[in-house]
T-cell receptor
């Protein structure tokens, strides 16, 4: 069975500050890992994904994440927050056994950006 | 290129009623997955359809059923609605079961059960 834990239901940063959203996963087999963003009243948009290639993954809108197997983590970062980054962010995991497109999501982290 | 489209966007039902939600996948995609997102929660996998058959199913009761048509579009049906079925229902499409894991999501159908 897989699971995802996102630490912090809400994260507040100032515009221009570093964004760090934490994600830890549990999987008995090599995982695929994803970060999705959800803007109000919209569906989910893929930010980036790890599929067993490079451990540092770069995504859209300046976001990146690093897969650390020893820490079972896949934290999302952005060097400088922008007001438009305010949204809810979801970390998700899948693997070969469960079907690569069957995702298990965390509960999400709401990112608040203040001027 | 149209993305994933869902209808209706919003609907209100009463307990005990039945509801049908519809989804058209992104062009070129043949696999449709349905997720339920309750308020304040992450999406939860309901089931996935490929080649007009249910391939995988999450931990949802039989009141939740689905169908995929030859043109790859899909329906989600929920019978005997409960208050707890109120949620955003998301459809996601992928190609050949999503071998690379990438799903494209629609904007969802928000169901309110009174």
């Amino acid at each position: 069975a897989q699971s995802v834990t996102q630490l912090g239901s809400h994260v507040s940063v100032s515009e221009g500050a570093l964004v760090l959203l934490r994600c830890n996963y549990s999987s008995s087999v090599p995982p695929y890992l994803f970060w999705y963003v959800q803007y109000p009243n919209q569906g989910l948009q893929l930010l980036l994904k790890y599929t067993s290639a490079a451990t540092l993954v770069k995504g859209i809108n300046g976001f990146e994440a690093e897969f650390k197997k020893s820490e079972t983590s896949f934290h999302l970062t952005k060097p400088s927050a922008h007001m438009s980054d305010a949204a809810e962010y979801f970390c998700a995991v899948s693997d070969y056994e469960s079907g690569y497109s069957t995702l298990t999501f965390g509960k999400g982290t709401m990112l608040l950006v203040s001027p | 290129d149209a993305g994933v489209t869902q209808s209706p966007t919003h609907l209100i039902k009463t307990r005990g009623q039945q509801v049908t939600l519809r989804c058209s996948p992104k062009s070129g995609h043949d696999t449709v997955s349905w997720y339920q997102q309750a308020l304040g929660q992450g999406p939860q996998f309901i089931f996935q359809y490929y080649e007009e058959e249910e391939r995988q199913r999450g931990n949802f009761p039989d009141r939740f059923s689905g169908h995929q048509f030859p043109n790859y579009s899909s329906e989600l049906n929920v019978n005997a609605l409960l208050l707890g079925d109120s949620a955003l229902y998301l459809c996601a499409s992928s190609h050949q079961g999503g071998a690379n894991g990438e799903l494209f999501f629609g904007e969802g159908s928000r169901l309110t059960v009174l």
